[in-house]
């Protein structure tokens, strides 16, 4: 099962397989960094014991990089656009992180990230995906790979354990986005 849904992009099950059982639920949480042991294995089998670090940097949110001047044509901002599905031009995979959803976008050409990134913003994606549209969404940036990576918190509820929803672990989101049609550059397509 782990390697079927780890192939195929949108490859999901209707439902987890096996029989019913006490499941946990998975939650994003800080620890203090000296409550967890850290413990190197040598390869001759010796154990020893790495002491926590005496100092740590807070995590700050990293600064969004520079958007990209937006695709232009002759005939005006983007040209003649047709309606066309977003997977005509773009890559996407995706899967869940405990109740959130992870959704990865991406394109092969310069001009298509151009186009992109200034398209596809959280707002945009609540209308392509309407179950979304009034949970929080995080979008980060990747312009050295043309990609857009989305959070989407709670579409999974308190996780794929405890989810009754059709795709339980968020892998056909990335195709279900792409198969959800805007108006589209010709000279992209």
Not at 1 to 12: D, I, K, Q, R
Not at 60 to 81: F, I, K, Q, R, Y
Request: proline residues 14%.
């Amino acid at each position: 099962m782990e390697l079927a849904l780890a192939s195929l992009p949108g490859f999901h099950v209707t439902a987890p397989p096996g029989k019913g059982a006490p499941y946990g639920v998975f939650e994003a949480a800080y620890v203090p960094h000296d409550a967890v042991p850290h413990i190197a294995v040598l390869p001759d089998g010796t154990r020893t014991a790495i002491p926590p670090a005496p100092q740590t940097r807070h995590l700050t949110p990293a600064d969004e990089p520079p958007l990209p001047p937006p695709l232009e044509s002759p005939t005006g901002p983007t040209g003649p656009t047709r309606r066309a599905p977003l997977g005509a031009v773009a890559g996407a995979r995706s899967g869940d992180k405990g109740g959130s959803a992870n959704v990865g976008v991406w394109v092969r050409s310069d001009d298509a990230w151009r186009w992109l990134v200034h398209t596809l913003t959280p707002d945009r994606l609540r209308e392509l995906l309407p179950e979304t549209a009034e949970l929080p969404i995080t979008r980060h940036q990747l312009p050295q790979l043309r990609a857009l990576n989305f959070t989407v918190d709670g579409l999974l509820g308190e996780g794929v354990a405890a989810q009754a929803r059709f795709d339980p672990q968020a892998k056909a989101v990335g195709e279900w986005l792409r198969s959800r049609h805007l108006d589209i550059p010709e000279v992209l397509l």
